[in-house]
């Protein structure tokens, strides 16, 4: 069974700037310390290929880590890139990613930005400025003191233009439980578990990140998250193929009193009955009611180009059941059925797609998906001679009810 793992966004403490710098920290970035002079090995966008931090003599810095595969992280660079320009000289934005330099000049290619980027191949930048989630944002003053590390709302022109004027200011600190392991049961315990399934409250250190297991792991959670998320786990449904009919809607809105953490660890002969089992807790847990209905409805199809000559060879490799996927990078096939290339696509279009390629043995395939230019994304498909077009059909929806 493929293992997914999301990850979306981080909740933050209150923390104040402050304005004695103390000597350079050179083990990991904190809030008041001076941070030593980085080298950016790598530069694109900019008018130097590479430079060292102290070379820089902005009064603020932005230390921007992101990846194209981050939504959330491509939905701020329109206002850095306008902040870059309205601040000048008084601002440096950097943006610092892990990716590849062809990754990179192809995203600004379809997406040109008004700031730099550092390609920090070694993740030496990363590793120094610690994080686990992006965007993770990092402030420094002209003398490289961190007075900030931050989610994206504090980015605004106001707070831009008080930092450069030197003010205090209050803001939320990205704080961020380094040391949690989603490998691990949540619970403890000295002996081995043979059967447990059990419900946490919303846990501000933890991310919400589902996983549906794996015969290796024979562990199932998904953190974080609402009641009817979990149950669209549980049946494999996706959103955009649910409907909600819910009188208490308020209850089931993505606020952290309706978010909870389930997990079940599961012996080895469950393992196909670990999603029905899930259905019936959280159902119980919740007093939700679900069922399937089919509806007549606008979907994409995914088919062969029609006259292609083009076909995709069968696999004889296995598929990889530990591995993790990343749905705004792309995905690669080994080993796997059709149906796992449209689910990718229906998650990552967000639009229903069925598959009518005729395809029904496993296969090998790689597609790329750029988060900034979806069309480019699709294009992909052509080199297996398929492609996704609008049609309507009859499909399944899950029907939530309360």
Known sequence: M??????????????????????????????????PNIAFKQLLNDTEVQSNLYDYTEDVIILDFWATWCGPCIT?????????????????????????PERIEAFLKNRPQQFAMAIDADKTINSYFTHVYIPHYVILDKNKVVKAIVNSDFITKENITKLISGEEITFKEKKE?????????????????????????????????????????????????????????AYQYSYNRTKENLKHPEKYTFTKENRYSYEMIYPDHLYEQRLELMKNDIKILSGLSAKIETQMTDVY???????TKKTIPISTQ?????????????????????????????????????????????????????EENKKQGLAELTKYGLQLKKAKRPIDFLILSD
């Open 2 to 35: 493929q293992k997914t793992i999301i990850l979306l966004f981080t909740i933050a403490f209150i923390y104040s700037c402050k304005q004695d710098a103390i000597p350079v920290n050179g083990t990991e970035a904190q809030i008041g310390f001076k941070v």
């Open 76 to 100: 701020s660079f329109p206002k850095m890139s306008t902040f870059q320009e309205e601040f000048g000289k008084q601002l440096k934005v950097i943006a610092v990613t892990d990716e590849s």
């Open 177 to 233: 439980n380094i040391s949690f392991d989603p490998n691990k049961p949540l619970g403890t315990t000295d002996k081995p578990i043979i059967y447990q399934s059990s419900l946490l409250p919303y846990n501000p250190d933890m991310q919400s990140m589902t996983n549906t297991g794996s015969l290796s792991s024979n562990r199932l959670f998904t953190l974080n998250t609402t009641f009817t998320s979990m149950l669209r786990t």
């Open 301 to 307: 199809i995914l088919q062969k180009i029609p006259s």
């Open 318 to 370: 296995q598929p990889n059941p530990d591995r993790t996927l990343r749905y705004g990078e792309g995905i690669t096939l080994q080993g796997e059925p059709m149906e796992r290339l449209r689910g990718y696509y229906e998650e990552v279009i967000q639009f229903p797609v069925v598959d009518e390629t005729g395809y029904d043995n496993v296969y090998d395939i790689t597609v790329k998906w750029f």
